[in-house]
């Protein structure tokens, strides 16, 4: 199958496993499933899913497993979005070219759409009746996992770390790295991790997996920050030029257009390489990078 | 032992695991840990991690599984008051004498701080190389029950239905009772049932003691409503008056202050007789149930 087939493939099971978790619910509290719903189903490349089930794929593990895990993180990518665009933190107005959560339902209600995505992260991921061929071992040690990528050691440290750079003038390569290493690199790794855990890898599977997420995720920040700087707004679905008009350090300030070019093709086939003991099968995570790099949005 | 000095006796083994989890990091990120230990370091009665512990007690299980249950509980709690008290929601300046994590840390921190404890409470929770006697598929269900009571059709529901009540005129007995079921109703619910898992109890057993908790829960908010109308505020550690100011109804402005305590009672009483089927085993938790009608704060 072509790459693109298999990608689309992948996302039609992700967002169809999502519709059916995030339905309308006629109850008092109604507005908060509704604005869990509007922001997890408002699309997006829904990467880390794709990571979790394409690693699982490839390794010949539990696809609905893996799909399980992986939606799980997606919830957790929704929810960190969600309060990030808050107005006491980003203060965004648009997310992939639709209003964001509080601009359409209000600040309270985002906060705990929020929060509400948060928890149903960890309630569906504890759902052990839900699993087809996992172990109750696994999924605590899927939900340890998840639960520590997203926490405070990383997501929402490298959250933090942001909030602590903004306005500072001097913020070095090493601080960005650390920053992003943790924002978004964390669920990005532990994406591909419980893919290799929902297929029973071994030692050196997972070790070459994470790696090739770690080195993808920082990848993915830096054409990021490029975007930011020459994207097409259409594409992208909100406005370019916001980092330099909220003066952050990018790799783009840091290192100019070209070196932060050269910089995430240069991990992307470091990512790539450590794909190597896996010859053949890893055709489509190899692929997925380099399509990563070329991307508008 | 008097019901005075097992009381501090759980405390005192709560608040030293909080303690030992809750430390000082030296990292760029630490600001959230400072705030999270902040918060939750601020005393508070304990009440859940106390059920959970005084039910396991109860019932002969392995008290140091459920103190870990418990705790969780608490971080969910605390995360619960951080997020109630932001300027989008609550906007209190003051909690348990103290002033809130946003007033001391700011808004962005705050928010994830919050994030962090919720986070936090289950990366806590699916630790299983930190458990006793229980098995994997119990850890399971408590991360399960736990993540279902604390999300939208619990306790985030219950904040949602508060939101939506706030300034209303007519709002009724049965919708207060549907918010303050969820609001604070399930997360003490799930906390006795928890202590119930720690010890492998049987269907009549854990039917009895969430019975008992779910109408202290209830009994537990009517108090709280009568305190802020009539309570101490040095004692209470917050201003008194504050659901009159914010035009909130309340079972005092309902039912009015005497029919008020007569509910409280009434369910207490209810509370204490779900506990039967224990006999004298009991006598703590019966005492805890009757000892919070007489609080303070």
Do not use: W
């Not at 087939?5 to 059916?20: C, F, Q, S, W």
């Not at 309060?83 to 959560?101: A, Q, S």
């Not at 070095?172 to 964390?186: A, C, F, P, Q, V």
């Not at 783009?252 to 070196?259: F, P």
Request: with cysteine.
């Amino acid at each position: 199958m072509i790459f693109e087939e298999k990608l689309n493939e992948y996302i039609m099971r992700i967002n169809a496993e999502i519709e059916a978790n995030f339905t309308d619910e006629d109850c008092l509290q109604r507005v908060v499933y509704d604005a869990m719903r509007y922001s997890i189903t408002a699309g997006g490349k829904r990467l880390r899913p794709v990571l979790s089930f394409a690693v699982c794929d490839m390794l010949g593990g539990s696809l609905p497993d893996a799909l399980r895990f992986g939606v799980a993180i997606e919830c957790i990518h929704t929810y960190s979005l969600i309060h990030d665009d808050l107005p006491c933190m980003d203060n965004d107005d648009l997310r992939r070219g639709m209003p964001t959560c509080h601009k359409k339902f209000g600040e309270a209600n985002a906060l705990l759409a929020g929060d509400g995505l948060l928890t149903r992260a960890f309630e569906y991921l504890a759902d052990f009746g839900a699993y087809k061929d996992v172990t109750p071992q696994t999924v605590l040690k899927v939900v340890f996992e998840i639960a520590k990528s997203a926490g405070c050691a990383g997501m929402i440290g490298g959250q933090i770390v942001d909030l602590e750079c903004e306005g500072k003038e001097n913020v070095d390569e090493k601080t960005l790295n650390y920053l992003h290493n943790r924002k978004t690199g964390e669920l990005i790794r532990v994406s591909a991790l419980v893919g290799a855990l929902a297929a029973d890898a071994g030692e050196n599977e997972i070790k070459a997996v994470t790696e090739f997420a770690k080195k993808l995720g920082l990848a993915f920040q830096i054409q990021d920050d490029i975007l930011d700087c020459i994207g097409d707004e259409k594409a992208l679905g909100k406005p370019i030029g916001s980092d330099a008009e909220n003066k952050k350090t990018t790799y783009v300030t840091l290192l100019g257009i070209d070196a932060a070019r050269e910089k995430a093709s240069a991990l992307t086939s470091d990512a790539i390489r450590a794909l190597e003991i896996f010859g053949d099968r890893a055709k489509f995570l190899k692929e997925l990078a380099l399509n990563l790099m070329g991307r508008q949005n």
